[in-house]
């Protein structure tokens, strides 16, 4: 499997979790594909990214900016660990669930 076919399947598999009634969940789980979807992919890029957005993190004044942020670094964190084990030439498959 390659990097872009688990990112497919991680990202088809959000998708089906995704449940009409629960519309904030939806909300995070659309910003996670979103993140996802727009992400480099490359380890150095994506350290960066991430460092960027611990940093506005931390500077953010309101709750709401904060857990927006804190969606976004989950997926980049999660498209971190599948880059690095491609790099590495380590298997994949298991990051993409």
Do not use: C, W
Not at 6 to 16: E, F, S
Not at 59 to 64: G, K, P, V, W
Not at 68 to 85: G, H, N, P, T, Y
Request: proline share 2%.
């Amino acid at each position: 499997m390659n990097l872009e076919e688990a990112i497919k399947i991680h990202l088809d598999n959000k998708r089906t979790r995704m449940n009409s009634k629960a519309s904030i969940i939806n909300r995070s789980t659309e910003l996670h594909i979103r993140t996802i979807e727009g992400a480099p992919r490359d380890s150095k890029s994506l350290e960066m990214r991430i460092a960027q957005k611990k940093r506005e993190k931390q500077r953010s004044a309101s709750f709401e900016i904060a857990d927006k942020i804190s969606v976004e670094l989950e997926a980049l964190e999660r498209l971190l660990a599948m880059v690095r084990a491609r790099e590495e030439g380590r298997p994949i498959d298991g990051y993409a669930y």
